[in-house]
């Protein structure tokens, strides 16, 4: 066969790489959502159709982009969040690898438009799959950007064969929207589907308005049933919201938990978890949940895999036994009999 050794074109490198961050409409969509938080803003509209194949839509209030940066934001490797490794540290920003805009375009006819200007004068640029239309037109846009990203895997139809059916694509877009937005109550956030509104989040950070929005998304029976939590010991703090165990679930479908306001899937948290429920769940039931870990940054690191969601406690042993800790206390007090007021 071929056993020359050859570059790689850099679409081809592209559209492999992509590979790894563009799975599906949910993964794009994180993708563009972090995009917008990375730039600072506090409206998020999501616009989906079938699901998310055929187009989907991400505008921001944030800061938009600098007219002569625009084609760059859809090269590969070209990040504005870090310059050097030092900067990988401390690094604050959801995105700094430089990738997601680069992939995404290399799989989709995507178009970018932005402005950093309040008067709403701003520029497009188009991409598909890499054939860029390297010339920038002029665009109106209030200040921030718009993503526009169309027919994904139009140009690999073996990824898209991949794809679920419509209705299974979108709840998928759904759940990735709402774990955002329990992370951001600060952000309003919409998303409509097929031209028909499905979530329309306000912001607001007072106890009142979080709880709106955990109903919101959890729904207003987990909300009746949830206890509120809030303890802090040792530089860590957990807080948020513990249903019931009579609001347990048949799946794992409402378990939220951020480390540091970033949404994260951990073993150690899922044991501890688990273990301070066993007693008061029937197995195979799920305990519910929305719960906050806060600690010092430099006792975690996040950027094991940004797109997994994973982290690395230091001291994996004292997470765990906070968190247990914590919560088979809350579990405990709360028990019939013994319970203090929780409903007001
Ligand atoms: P990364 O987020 O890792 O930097 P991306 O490919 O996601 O890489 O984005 C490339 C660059 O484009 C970002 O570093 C940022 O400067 C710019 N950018 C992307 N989306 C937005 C947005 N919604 N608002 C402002 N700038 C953006
Ligand atoms: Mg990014």
């Known amino acids: 066969m071929h056993d020359r050794i050859q570059q790689l074109s850099p679409r081809l490198a592209n559209q492999i790489a992509a590979g790894e ?18 730039a600072g803003a506090t409206r998020l509209d999501v616009d989906m159709e079938k699901g998310g194949i055929k187009r989907m ?21 070209a990040t504005s969040k870090i310059h050097a ?47 860029m239309h390297a010339q920038l037109t002029p665009a109106a846009h209030p200040r921030g950007t718009t993503v526009d990203v169309r027919d994904l895997f139009f140009n690999t139809p073996a990824r898209r064969k991949f794809l679920r059916t419509e209705k299974t694509e979108f709840n998928r877009v759904d759940e990735t929207v709402k774990r955002l937005a329990l992370s951001r109550f600060d952000v309003s956030i919409s998303l409509r589907h097929n031209g028909k509104g499905v979530l329309s989040l306000r912001a607001g950070s007072n106890r009142v308005e979080m709880e709106r929005r955990v109903a919101q998304i959890c729904g207003p029976a987990f909300m009746q049933k949830a206890l509120h939590i809030e303890v802090e010991r ?6 948020g919201w513990v249903a019931e165990p009579a609001f347990s679930r048949s799946q794992a479908d409402l378990q939220f ?16 978890v688990r273990r301070a429920f066993a007693d008061v769940l029937h197995h195979g039931r799920h305990p519910a949940f929305v719960l906050y870990l806060e600690l010092d940054p430099a006792s975690v690191d996040v950027n094991v895999h940004p797109t ?3 982290v690395r406690f230091r001291d994996s042993r004292l997470v765990h036994d906070f968190l247990f ?9 709360a028990r019939p009999g013994q319970r203090e007021k929780t409903a007001e």
Do not use: M
């Open 21 to 38: 961050v563009v799975e599906r409409p949910a993964s794009v969509i994180k993708e563009l959502l972090e995009n917008s938080l990375d």
């Open 57 to 77: 839509k991400v505008r921001d209030n944030g800061k938009g982009i600098e007219r002569d940066d625009l084609a760059l934001a859809l090269a590969r490797h």
């Open 85 to 131: 490794l030092e900067d990988l540290d401390a690094v604050a920003t959801l995105g700094f690898r430089g990738e997601a805009l680069a992939s995404i375009s290399s799989v989709a006819r995507l178009t970018l438009t932005s402005s950093r200007d309040e008067c709403g004068q701003g520029w497009q640029v188009s991409a598909e799959g890499r054939e």
């Open 234 to 239: 040792s530089g860590l703090r957990l807080w």
């Open 257 to 272: 938990f951020y480390v540091n306001g970033r949404a994260i899937r951990d073993k150690v948290v899922s044991h501890a």
């Open 308 to 310: 997994k969601h994973e």
């Open 325 to 333: 800790g914590s919560l088979h206390r809350a579990l405990a007090d």
